[in-house]
């Protein structure tokens, strides 16, 4: 009960983190709510986790004395060129006459500014995007969000990895979803666990008829492309197993793709959505992608899209949802502009060296016993010590000896798994802060490796 206990504060105060940067990138001041959260004692673990002023100080503050590894943010450098760039394209011409941008727009976000978009998702996918399939979002958790509220019930299925992003479930929850966790491998989700889950949970709902607003009957939530927490992609066959599992079953995959951008090979790996083929005899419309700039610029820009087959579209469109069209006029324009395009090569590459540096660092000063796999994209390293080693008592020395803080692998896991494991974010500070760090989380891996040998 204890340890249920305490990964349940653990997430909750999680939650508050994230609430607390989200609000901090909009210029908002909290030093009151917060605070007065923060002051309930059975919220906040402070034995061995840092505190919201902590958190606020670091967050944006690579100089900061803590290090904030527990958070996917891209670094304060790209961040700065990409506000200039909206600066700049903000007091020029718009991709849209202004009065035609304080208009109220179509549902699903300015025409003209899909087409830009997906001329953009073109560019960097290496693979045709069309605009008739892209709808605008403010966000990635906005997407899942919507989508998951809009197409399901309560009660509904919804079958997550183990391990997956740690907030994604307590999202789904709000809308009082069941959630059930299939297992993974080195080459991602297992096919024939997720059959197996949805042939036993999904069976109930078998006589339910599908309608033009509910044409599913479960949802799978899945982060295909680099994974958080772990870097995988999923296997190319794999992703044609997964697509056959959601068409016999009448499921829905939405797929995180946030980091699809942030590829260290020579070309970016096929989307899920692509294997998802119109010209199948069995096609059904079965994958969204979900995408979001917010790893590319200022978090309080909020946009991001979804590109999703037709039956989705129209289930989503009475939301009543309508999004910043002015924004989207000024985004047209930089996207246009090719601006962001060389951001984000430059980005790339940053992000791709930062974690080389951290890896290099972690595979000289780590004993055999401990594993780590180099990631294909990205920003975390997902570090797999012994399974008799307590992860959480190696952030705790982390913590107290050197104010570094990562997140505790069963964090990600819906059944309290990876207790072994440690998410590390690579993308935020430079890699001679990396190195420092990666050095300390070392040392600290192999005093606690010694004491329980």
Known sequence: ???????????????????????????????????????????????????????????????????E??????????????????????????????????????????????KILAEFLTRQYQSVVLADELYV??????????????????????????????????????????????????????????????????AKNASRPL?????????????????????????????????????????????????NFYYFTEKPPKRLYSYDTRTDPDYMGSVVSNGSFSKVFPLRARLGWLEAPSQVLKAIANTGCRFNHVVLGILGTALQSGGFDEIISEGRLAVKSQMEAMLETFSAELPKEVHI??????????????????????????????????QVGDCSSLDGNFKNCCRISYSFYEADVLKSTAKKISAAIRNHLQCTE
């Open 211 to 259: 309608t033009e607003d509910r044409p599913y009957r479960g949802l799978v939530y899945l982060i295909p492309t680099f994974h958080n927490p772990t870097g995988r992609c999923l296997a190319d066959e794999r992703c044609k197993q997964i697509i056959d599992v959601a068409r016999k079953h009448k499921l829905l995959i939405i797929c995180d793709d946030v980091y």
């Open 1 to 67: 009960m204890n340890s249920i206990i305490g990964r349940c504060k653990h997430r909750l105060y999680r939650c508050l983190l994230e609430f607390r940067s989200s609000l901090h990138h909009r210029n908002i001041n909290t030093s009151g709510i917060l605070n007065r959260m923060a002051s309930v004692p059975w919220i906040v673990p402070t034995d061995r986790m840092p505190s919201l002023e902590e958190i606020e100080q670091c967050i944006g503050c690579p100089n900061s004395d803590q290090i």
């Open 373 to 406: 796999a180099k990631p294909l994209g990205g920003f975390f390293l997902w570090i797999c010590l012994p399974e008799y080693m307590s992860a959480q008592a190696v952030l705790d020395e982390c913590y107290k000896k050197n104010k570094i803080n990562f």
């Open 137 to 202: 979002t403010s966000g990635a958790s906005f997407g899942l969000i919507m989508l998951s509220s809009a197409l399901f019930d309560a009660g509904d299925m919804v079958f997550v990895e183990d391990p997956t992003y740690y907030l994604a479930f307590e999202m789904l929850r709000m809308w009082k979803l069941n959630i059930t966790s299939v297992p993974t491998d080195e080459q991602g989700i297992i096919p024939a666990a997720l059959e197996e889950a949805v042939t036993v949970h999904v």
């Open 69 to 114: 590894l527990s958070i996917g943010f891209p670094c304060v450098s790209m961040l700065d060129r990409s506000a200039r760039v909206l600066d700049k394209v903000a007091t020029a011409s718009k991709s849209q006459p202004p009065t035609q941008l304080m208009q109220c727009g179509p549902v699903n976000g300015d025409g003209l500014y899909r």
